[in-house]
């Protein structure tokens, strides 16, 4: 093949796969039926490859929710006991517990009743049923925060996105009575208002309680409590890649040492008949 033959074909392939790859792009980018605005990536700690949880952060968050957002959301699959070593002592959180009344029974009479709850007790709920949630929140029903970040597309993100992003409506579009215009959540109009803002709380170890700071918190502590075990997790990986490098190096060696006699055999031709040798 001449070479202005190859170069022609070269350049061809090049328009060719620029061209498909400026359509794929053209039409990921625009499409008229996807509305949605994705979150930009925050860097949080524990997004590191080898990153724990930021546990200071995580105490400050569940200071959030105790405080903002247990008033309406649920975290009905974390016990008490589960606080014990992450954000409180075993003694603090048997404190926390005795706060609540829960039902207990029946009695030696038959009867239900009412005591201090124990670290085995779980989280409890704002509203006695789904009814009563509806009717406090104008038919909309606020989600349980258990796993919140897993069951969101990019949870940290959007869920960081969705608490900081609250403004007006753009021109053009309405909203019905009791929802609030944010832009990341699906079709703009959300029925929980805006929960953070700045001086909204104050912090017990004195954090300056901004709207980011806060934020930044609860998403720490929901993605605790959606991944308790992210930093057993971690370490395993650690543990797991020293020892699989290690056996790399090993399983390199021992190839070597297999295949070195083979790999440095020489053959030779040595013909045992006359003719042969004559040529």
């Given amino acids: 093949m001449s070479t202005g033959k190859k170069m022609f074909l070269g350049t061809l392939g090049v328009l060719t796969g620029g061209s498909v790859a400026l359509i794929y792009a053209l039409n990921e980018s625009v499409k008229a039926g996807d509305i949605t605005l994705h979150p930009p990536s925050y860097p949080f700690y524990h997004k590191g490859l080898f990153n724990s949880h930021d546990h200071a952060s995580v105490r400050r968050g569940y200071e959030v929710y105790k405080q903002v957002c247990a008033a309406c959301h649920s975290l009905k699959y974390i016990a008490y ?4 070593g992450t954000i409180m002592t075993e003694e603090e959180a048997k404190q926390e517990a005795a706060e609540i009344q829960v039902q207990d029974g029946p009695d ?126 971690k370490k395993m990986a650690i543990k797991a890649v020293m020892i699989f490098s290690l056996l790399f190096f090993v399983s390199f060696y021992w190839k070597r040492h297999l295949w070195t006699s083979i790999k440095n055999r020489k053959i030779e031709f040595r ?7 004559d040529h």
């Avoid at 699906?186 to 803002?197: E, P, V």
Wanted: charged content about 20%; some cysteine.
């Fill in 81 to 84: 006991r589960n606080l014990v």
């Fill in 271 to 277: 013909p045992t008949n006359k003719k042969w040798k």
């Fill in 108 to 233: 030696e009479t038959g009867q239900m009743f009412m005591r201090p709850g124990k670290l085995a007790d779980y989280m409890p709920d704002p509203y006695p049923n789904e009814e009563a949630a509806r009717a406090a929140n104008n038919g909309a029903y606020p989600p349980d925060l258990s796993f919140i970040t897993s069951a969101r597309h990019s949870g940290d993100d959007y869920i960081f996105s969705l608490l900081t992003s609250y403004c007006d409506p753009p021109a053009g579009v309405k909203l019905q009575e009791g929802t609030y215009y944010n832009p990341y959540f699906i079709g703009g109009a959300i029925s929980m208002a805006q929960a953070l803002y700045n001086g909204v709380m104050e912090y017990s170890d004195g954090t300056p309680a901004t709207q980011s700071q806060l934020s930044k918190d609860i998403v720490c502590f929901l993605k605790w409590a959606a991944e308790p075990e992210l930093d057993d997790r």
